[in-house]
T-cell receptor, first 115, second 111 residues
Framework: DTAVSQTPKYLVTQMGNDKSIKCEQN?????MYWYKQDSKKFLKIMFS???????INETVPNRFSPKSPDKAHLNLHINSLELGDSAVYFC??????????????FGPGTRLTVL | DAKTTQPPSMDCAEGRAANLPCNHS???????VYWYRQIHSQGPQYIIH???NNETNEMASLIITEDRKSSTLILPHATLRDTAVYYC????????????FGKGTMLLVSP
């Protein structure tokens, strides 16, 4: 079973449209994240949620609105899409590894293309 | 900004050891060194982490210098499937700290 899943895998849309990307994790983790990887391959944090509450918002435009209906889901809604929003969006969740420390497990990514 | 410096690319022959260096000269006492990799068109994958002791797991070994200012990730017998971008990340283990990715090292494993 996939630990962190995202849908859709590919999303092609026109400028100005509103779209959503869904993320689900079946690991029982409390903390989830959204990262953006742009065309230059830089991977940057966008949001972090812990148990359905927003913890981190890294100066992302308010056209981006994460929503967490429960701690296993963190969806990303984007209003009025712009060309610069084209990127790969990764969802991640936080869990424990050896030694009791936490690390992040990533989903497969959603490639968003805005035309 | 990433607090690490890595070579942009490295080559390795299949079956040989791949040694990926990372400089983190400004690392703090409460920060760990994490390694992730990203295979083409996939999400980043956790490899290993350490504080000051050398660490080994089923994927790799991590060697951290005594002054903690640099580290080396070792893939003992690289395979073609190890071709990926490898990220060295310094991360404080507190609260809900996120991962700050740099440019990483593109490792190409060739037959």
């Amino acid at each position: 079973d996939t630990a962190v899943s995202q849908t859709p895998k590919y999303l092609v849309t026109q400028m100005g449209n509103d779209k959503s990307i869904k993320c689900e994790q079946n690991l029982g983790h409390d903390t989830m994240y959204w990262y953006k990887q742009d065309s230059k391959k830089f991977l940057k944090i966008m949001f972090s949620y812990n148990n359905k509450e927003l913890i981190i918002n890294e100066t992302v435009p308010n056209r981006f609105s994460p929503k967490s209906p429960d701690k296993a889901h963190l969806n990303l809604h984007i209003n009025s899409l712009e060309l610069g929003d084209s990127a790969v969006y990764f969802c991640a969740s936080n869990g424990l590894v050896a030694g009791g420390l936490d690390t992040q497990y990533f989903g497969p990514g959603t490639r968003l293309t805005v035309l | 900004d990433a607090k690490t410096t890595q070579p942009p690319s490295m080559d390795c022959a299949e079956g040989r050891a791949a040694n990926l260096p990372c400089n983190h000269s400004t690392i703090s006492g409460n920060e760990y060194v994490y390694w992730y990799r990203q295979i083409h068109s996939q999400g980043p994958q956790y490899i290993i982490h350490g504080l000051k002791n050398n660490e080994t797991n089923e994927m790799a070994s991590l060697i951290i210098t005594e002054d903690r200012k640099s580290s080396t990730l070792i893939l003992p017998h690289a395979t073609l499937r190890d071709t990926a971008v490898y990220y060295c990340i310094v991360r404080p283990v507190s609260g809900y700290s996120t991962l700050t990715f740099g440019k990483g090292t593109m490792l190409l494993v060739s037959p």
